[in-house]
């Protein structure tokens, strides 16, 4: 079941288009990267689902339900995760989290068991101090529990990690990997590395187009190409080791990187194994001898202009 539909976005400022012709769908339980450069569209386009800013045409629909600007319904459907959350510094966690029960009508016994399941998620159970003195981090983690305290079906969130030191990057996304579970999310980031570790799905978008979407796997493997990464004990011989590769049959090309050989080949397993047999025969001393993955970082930069 798809949670989120876009279907023939429009939108522009002025004789600015910002985002043109925008279609994609994200299915429940799954993790969406939206990758894109900064001024891409991404918040843009994040404002219109949340219904904060009008699109000129086009259909979103949250969980069936029609987004219309200025109109709440389907936020109801929705947790949101800004870049920078703000909250009231004289607080505590529950206390933030206990104001924001009250105005999205639960109950407190509802209140009462989300904060304290969530508080625990984020690990931020027994912290009693002012929300004043918490670190970027912990706001994040906050930020995270708060959207999610109305149980959403769609959780977006902008940036959660940017300006985060490793650790805190790890946590967040730890916690959104184990949110996956009961909810969908919408990831918009430029850290790549982010979306390869707990996306199932991604959408490039550049220019205010959709240049890419689909499953991740299933993407780095349309755009695979046959490398294979040479490290021998030697690098001074480098050079002549890519002459005599340049001469066997299948080898498309060699290049230098580092102390490193990068070899494009057919792909046949033919020419993987001639490689084998020419480092043994020509008695080349090998280090690492590695088939190359494509990355999404490679793929971003071949389809971003």
Do not use: W
Request: aromatic fraction near 6%; charged fraction near 25%.
């Amino acid at each position: 079941m798809d949670i989120l539909t876009l279907s023939h976005v429009y939108k522009q400022f002025g004789n600015t288009k910002v985002i043109k012709d925008l279609s994609f769908s994200v299915s429940e339980h799954h993790v969406f990267g939206f990758i894109g450069k900064n001024g891409a569209g991404k918040t843009t386009t994040m404002k219109m689902i949340l219904g904060f800013l009008k699109m000129d045409s086009g259909e979103i629909c949250v969980c069936g339900e029609r987004v219309t600007a200025g109109s709440p319904k389907a936020n109801r459907y929705i947790g949101y995760l800004p870049d920078v959350p703000h909250f009231y510094p004289y607080m505590t966690p529950k206390e933030y989290l206990s104001l924001c029960g009250k105005i999205s009508g639960l109950t407190a016994d509802q209140i009462d068991r989300r904060s304290r399941e969530l508080l625990h998620l984020v690990g931020l159970d027994g912290i009693s101090r002012r929300i004043r003195g918490f670190s970027r981090g912990m706001n994040q983690r906050l930020g995270i529990a708060q959207a999610l305290l109305g149980e959403p079906r769609l959780l977006i969130c902008d940036e959660p990690t940017s300006a985060l030191d490793p650790i805190g990057r790890k946590e967040i996304l730890d916690i959104l990997s184990i949110a996956k579970e009961k909810t969908t999310i919408l990831f918009s980031t430029h850290i790549l590395s982010d979306v390869e570790r707990i996306c199932d799905t991604i959408g490039v978008l550049d220019n205010g187009h959709l240049v890419l979407e689909g499953k991740l796997e299933e993407i780095k493997n349309s755009y695979r190409q046959d490398r294979v990464l040479i490290s021998l004990a030697d690098s001074s011989q480098n050079d002549l080791l890519i002459q005599r590769l340049s001469a066997l049959s299948g080898i498309k090309g060699c290049t230098k990187q580092e102390r490193d050989v990068i070899v494009r080949f057919t792909g046949a397993e033919e020419s993987k194994q001639a490689i084998l047999r020419l480092l043994l025969e020509e008695g080349f001393s090998l280090i690492k001898f590695e088939l190359l993955e494509p990355s999404l970082e490679n793929l971003f930069l071949e389809v971003v202009k």
